[in-house]
């Protein structure tokens, strides 16, 4: 089982990034896939969930803002981030079970 993770970058205050993370090797359809984040000298903190049928589940400092989504035929799960904050800034990381994908930085600055 592989998690890539994608998306992550610099941008302002008040913007917007669109995260990916591809799995392979297990059939993606049965999946629960959460997003965490880890920022620099912080334990790593949930960020989101999406249930194989779909359900949604947000922390509640991302609710409101963030977007998870998946597509089962890309075999993909989303993190649509919008009005970005500076404390949104960490290391983001997709999971499944046990498994982890590894970090895309996410920088926000004021």
């Known amino acids: 089982v592989q998690l890539q993770a994608s998306g992550g970058g610099l941008v302002q205050a008040g913007g917007s990034l669109r995260l990916s993370c591809a799995v392979s090797?297990?059939?993606?359809?049965?999946?629960?896939m959460r997003w965490y984040r880890q920022a620099p000298g912080q334990q790593r903190e949930f960020v989101a969930s999406?249930?194989?049928?779909?359900?949604?589940n947000y922390a509640d400092s991302v609710k409101g803002r963030f977007t998870i989504s998946r597509d089962n035929l890309k075999k993909t799960v989303f993190l649509q981030m919008n009005s970005l904050k500076p404390e949104d800034t960490a290391d983001y990381y997709c999971n499944t079970a046990d498994r982890w994908g590894q970090g895309t930085l996410v920088t926000v600055s004021s």
């Open positions: 090797g297990i059939n993606f359809r049965v999946l629960n």
């Open positions: 999406i249930t194989n049928s779909h359900i949604t």
